[in-house]
């Protein structure tokens, strides 16, 4: 699966919009892009995935670019619950299994 | 809907000693998984089941870690003996049979002293 690198970290005022960077320049035509977070002392929560076409749901968007070599995850209203580490992951195909979590992003929602 | 059940959720043993871990998955979820995640790192998969089989043990430590799903609903991780490294939270996982979605525990953390 192909690997990502992410901000280690990044601030948002509460009820502005989150955006957060994921690179994934080595990505192949059959990878999909998912994102999850952690709060802390939990496990981590699915939040979206895609493989070209840009999604919603209730939680959030995923912005893909053309070429797939980066996204964004957006949250467009970032509360304070949402302070959490968002993991963006890339692997082939749409099942759960094997998930490469990396480092991630420590995102931290600003009263 | 219940989710992913853990226990315990946290566990203090000296390194030597044994240790097990207890998950019971989201009710018809065919899949489990244990992952291991070390303090400031992401989580790492151990072991991955479908229904009572292995489907991936590539990256557990055979030579202490085992984990079983015998009746293909609940599941043990085990270790023996355990040592300062294994220190870390141990997460389980379920989803259905090809699911995008996986759903976790809150996890056990495990401290070796």
């Known amino acids: 699966d192909a690997k990502t690198t992410q901000p280690p970290s990044m601030d948002c005022a509460e009820g502005r919009a989150a955006n957060l960077p994921c690179n994934h320049s080595?990505?192949?035509?059959?990878?999909?892009v998912y994102w999850y977070r952690q709060i802390h002392s939990q496990g981590p929560q699915y939040i979206i995935h895609?493989?070209?076409n840009n999604e919603t749901n209730e939680m959030a968007s995923l912005i893909i670019t053309e070429d797939r070599k980066s996204s964004t995850l957006i949250l467009p209203h970032a509360t304070l619950r949402d302070t959490a580490v968002y993991y963006c992951?890339?692997?082939?195909?749409?099942?759960?299994?094997?998930?490469?979590f990396g480092t991630g992003t420590r995102l931290t929602v600003i009263p | 809907e219940a989710g992913v059940a853990q226990s315990p959720r946290y566990k203090i043993i000296e390194k030597r000693q044994s240790v097990a871990f207890w998950c019971n998955p989201i009710?018809?979820?065919?899949?489990l998984y244990w992952y291991q995640q070390i303090l400031g790192q992401g989580p790492k998969l151990l072991i991955q089941?479908?229904?009572?089989?292995?489907?991936?043990d590539s990256q557990l430590p055979k030579d202490r870690f085992s984990a079983e799903r015998l009746k293909g609903v609940d599941s043990t991780l085990k270790i023996q003996p355990a040592k300062l490294e294994d220190s870390a939270v141990y997460l389980c996982?379920?989803?259905?049979?090809?699911?995008?979605?996986?759903?976790f525990g809150q996890g056990t953390r495990l401290t070796v002293v």
């Open positions: 080595t990505i192949s035509g059959n990878e999909y």
């Open positions: 996982a379920s989803s259905f049979k090809g699911s995008t979605e996986a759903f």
């Open positions: 895609g493989l070209k």
């Open positions: 009710s018809g979820h065919a899949t």
């Open positions: 992951i890339v692997r082939v195909g749409t099942g759960a299994n094997n998930l490469f």
């Open positions: 089941f479908q229904n009572n089989g292995v489907v991936d």
